[in-house]
């Protein structure tokens, strides 16, 4: 491979093009694929209830789905570059009582607090990122280990017994409306074209892509690849910490578990959207239509009353079909009844 295919600004020879254009028609396919699925549930729905598949319920859709789309980004890049962040569950809760005992909802003038919830959070990517790059370990250890050593911070700290209520500028934005629609729509339309800009035509979304695909080709390129590994971590950690300052404007309050039920939905969302598990392949979009489809799935479970372990079974199920439907294997063969 000469080094003009590892270069992140697009230049590539012949040969890049070529595997350029196989990723591209690749998450094509997987983004239009779970577009599609997205409807026809929507669509299906309304044989179960008349309700469901109507604009409201569309709107609920979105609503809820504005959690997963915002965490699965942080989840979604990290995987891009072939790690993997088990502590946003944790990072969620260390936001979302963060904000209710430090800004809460009886002092709105101290809503700058929020950005200093945002940093701590952060910094807990930060350490993550440090010890996966400077310390060689295996990601998925080091963010459970900050996950649990965070969660045990939290317990310590509140003592068992969260308090506080939602702070003014996240119940604004989870409960008011502009437009004619609720501010969660607006809000995920504005940050999904923002994501997209940056994963998919900012240079430090190519970065991400050369790192994830190979490590010491984007080094040879020019590529900061300590930079472009940490941060994914980072990003990954303040979006959760958002997601739960989102939660707790969303329902008033904080919980010491409040994110124990996004962990598997925020690595589905990213795997069901096209992306590679082992790194260098995905775009934003497919992240965005895996997340609406699995909120879209959660909602008519609710709906005709399943029960919650059903949910999880069939959540996972889904993730397995994805990870076989996207072997390299069936696109070739795919590829080759078309010639």
Do not use: H
């Amino acid at each position: 491979m000469t080094m003009a295919d590892e270069t992140p600004g697009g230049r590539f020879t012949q040969g890049g093009d070529t595997r350029r254009s196989a990723r591209i028609s690749r998450e094509t396919i997987s983004t239009v694929t779970v577009a599609v699925l997205c409807v026809a549930l929507l669509l299906g729905a309304r044989f179960i209830s008349p309700s469901l598949g109507s604009w409201s319920q569309v709107e609920t859709v979105l609503v809820l789905g504005s959690f997963l789309v915002v965490l699965s980004f942080g989840q979604g890049l990290v995987i891009l570059t072939g790690g993997l962040d088990l502590s946003l569950p944790a990072v969620m809760t260390l936001g979302g009582i963060l904000a209710t005992n430090w800004v809460g909802a009886t002092d709105p003038s101290a809503w700058y607090l929020l950005v200093v919830v945002l940093a701590i959070c952060g910094g807990v990517g930060l350490i993550s990122a440090i010890g996966i790059i400077w310390l060689a370990v295996p990601p998925f250890i080091m963010t459970l280990a900050m996950s649990i050593i965070t969660s045990s911070a939290l317990l310590g700290y509140t003592r068992g017994t969260p308090r506080g209520g939602a702070p003014e500028a996240a119940t604004a934005l989870m409960k008011g409306a502009a437009f004619g629609l609720p501010m969660p729509v607006l809000f995920v339309i504005a940050f999904v074209l923002l994501g997209w800009l940056f994963q998919s035509r900012s240079v430090w979304g190519r970065y991400l892509y050369a790192v994830g695909t190979n490590v010491e080709a984007a080094r040879i390129a020019g590529v900061p690849v300590v930079a472009a590994q940490t941060l994914p971590y980072v990003v990954s950690a303040i979006c959760a910490g958002f997601v739960g300052i989102m939660l707790v404007g969303y329902s008033n309050g904080a919980t010491l578990r409040m994110g124990d039920n996004y962990l598997l939905p925020s690595i589905a969302a990213v795997v069901i959207g096209g992306s590679s598990i082992l790194g260098g392949r995905g775009t934003f979009l497919g992240t965005v239509g895996g997340a609406i489809l699995l909120t879209t799935l959660g909602t008519i479970i609710s709906a005709i009353g399943l029960e919650f372990g059903l949910r999880t079974i069939i959540e996972g199920s889904i993730v397995l079909i994805a990870l076989l439907l996207l072997r390299e294997e069936l696109f070739q063969k795919l590829g080759s009844l078309w010639r």
